[in-house]
């Protein structure tokens, strides 16, 4: 969950700097000199929604270590960081990628990431409650999880929809600001500028939010890929077994982060859903017993 909020987190506030900075030294001018000119806007659109994705992605090693406190280990001091940086190089190997920088976070609650714009120069993290309340099967099924994630590619392709949608919210954010400039009197007044930019920057970091919701439905799929990557790596059984733990954790657990402020909890967990990078961890098991099942040729 981690990697996608820091990701969409850093995305939004990337593209509010570039509009401020796009207002303050009228590069964005010329779209409405004449009238709105749609393909100019498309265009531009396109062009900055791209560049703002992937100077996110380009920062999400930097951004994950200083946000959260990793730390890398260049040098294992102990069995533990010599068993985890063998994992991950053993992991790595197998599935065809180079060798991730591996660290460790202080946190309580069992949790672990990956991220990195290539697959060759990923991190792969994770917290130091996982390492307390996991066994090291369990462990190494979720970093074969997060092995997969970036074997598979997560983050670029996440970035490319991103991308995408980012052209889309500063299309349309232009335009409501555009229509707002419109609908003011006074066009040469400081208010007029001021108003136009205000509903600019209000539209578009809340259709930001809304194609967040498309990102973490993109989130959500690929979670059942990045768990059949780590079953590969670690074992099937391995990989449900360390979903159980995460799911008993769970319910003892208070609600921490992003969702703590919304009060959502327990039934109430529509909103969640929405929001939500991973999907429930009782599907995720049933998917993997389930395939375990077809490979057992219990179900045909």
Known sequence: MKRVLLFVATNIAILAVITIVMRLFGFDHYLTENGLDYRALAVFSLLWGSVGSFI?????????????????????RNADEQWL???????????GIGMPEVGVFQSPSPNAFATGMKKND????????????????????????????????DMVTMALLQGVLNAFVIFFSRIIGYAIAAASRDSRGGGYT?????????????????????????????????DEGGARLAGNQNMINALKALQRSSRTEKLE????????????????????THP????RIAALENAQYQRNGVIS
Do not use: C, Y
């Open 56 to 76: 996110s992605l380009a920062i999400s090693k930097w951004v994950a270590k200083k946000s959260m406190g990793v730390q890398v280990i260049e040098q294992p």
């Open 85 to 95: 940086v063998d994992t991950v190089r053993r992991q790595a190997q197998e599935a």
């Open 122 to 153: 990923a991190l792969v993290a994770v917290s130091t409650g996982l390492l307390q309340t996991m066994d090291r099967n369990e462990v190494e099924a979720v970093l074969g999880h997060e092995v997969a994630h970036v074997a598979n590619g």
């Open 194 to 226: 001021m108003g136009s930019f205000i509903g600019t920057l209000i539209a578009q970091i809340v259709l930001g939010f809304l194609a967040a919701i498309i990102i973490n439905a993109f989130s959500r799929w690929r979670e059942f890929h990045a």
């Open 257 to 276: 982060g992003e969702f703590a402020a919304f009060g959502i909890s327990g039934g109430k967990a529509t909103l969640a859903k929405l929001f939500s």
């Open 280 to 283: 429930p961890l009782e599907e």
